[in-house]
């Protein structure tokens, strides 16, 4: 199994978690971004440039899936692929999506932009706090342990 972290707006806090998971339980951690990343030197730990652009992190990333790899990604449109694709998918906030809930996100996701293509406000999501560290800490302990990494 690999974990891919969709990382160029992947907070700070979730890449240190996966750092240290990844030297704890042996697990291919591969970052990939549209910007040079700095990483920790590990043989665990691995980062894949790409060029800018619209989804180009996104469509490397699903390029190179192998059923049951992790992906951390805040992007539904991905979740959706990787989850179609046999894999898993796990937002910064600590939530999986499931095959069970990832339309519903899509949908709500849709919705969203229409309202803001439309030029109302919608805000935008809640700042990133401890809560949301602890929340995916668990998550993605839990997965580990499924999976037999721990």
């Known amino acids: 199994m690999n974990i891919w972290v969709d990382a160029d707006a992947c907070p700070n806090a979730v ?25 920790p030197p590990s043989r665990y730990i691995d980062t894949i440039q790409v060029a800018p652009g ?26 959706a692929e990787v989850i179609d694709r046999g894999g898993y998918a796990l937002n910064p906030r600590g939530e999986f999506y499931t095959k ?11 919705f969203v932009t229409e309202l803001r293509d ?3 406000d919608t805000g ?3 700042a990133f706090g401890p809560s949301d560290c602890q929340a995916f800490a668990n998550q993605l302990d839990r997965f580990l342990v499924q999976q037999g990494y721990v």
Request: charged content about 25%; aromatic content about 4%; cysteine-free.
């Open 15 to 39: 890449k240190d978690m996966l750092f240290r998971a990844a030297e704890r339980v042996r697990v291919h951690l591969i970052l990939i971004a549209n910007q040079p990343l700095r990483v």
């Open 54 to 79: 619209f989804d180009v992190a996104d469509k490397e990333i699903v390029q190179r899936l192998t059923d049951g790899d992790l992906v951390i990604t805040a992007d539904i449109p991905l979740a």
């Open 100 to 110: 069970g809930t990832i339309r519903e996100y899509l949908s709500l996701r849709n």
């Open 118 to 120: 439309g030029g109302i």
């Open 124 to 126: 935008g999501p809640a």
